[in-house]
């Protein structure tokens, strides 16, 4: 990744920590994303996390990956733009949602 892409990623990933980011429901680290591609029609169930915990044929993307990238600070009725080697697709992100582990004492 070029210097001017790491900025920017790293900018978005801050900005999906910060408090407007939460109360506007944005897509961040621990989301789980319903998307639906707008060509197929095909619906397509991601969670997004860290790098070390990346499973992308179950469905868990890193964040750093061409799809979390774009994803990244996005949220309901937005439409992701991606390009893989496999073409050019526009993804509508229907919903997102965050499992926030509570730790009972």
């Known amino acids: 990744m070029n210097p001017i892409s790491l900025f920017f990623l790293l900018d978005r ?9 939460r109360v ?19 619906y397509l169930t991601l969670r997004i996390v860290k790098d070390e915990k ?12 061409v799809i979390g990238v774009a994803l990244l600070g996005l949220r309901c009725g937005d439409v992701a733009h991606i390009k893989t080697f496999k073409g050019e ?10 499992n926030e582990k509570k730790t009972i004492i």
Do not use: M
């Open 13 to 21: 990933l801050e900005f999906c920590n910060s408090q407007t980011s």
């Open 24 to 42: 506007e429901n944005r897509i961040r680290l621990g989301s789980t994303v319903l998307l639906r591609n707008e060509s197929t029609r095909e």
């Open 54 to 65: 990346a499973y992308p044929s179950k469905g868990i993307v890193s964040f750093t990956s």
């Open 89 to 98: 697709f526009d993804w509508q992100i229907f919903t997102v949602s965050h």
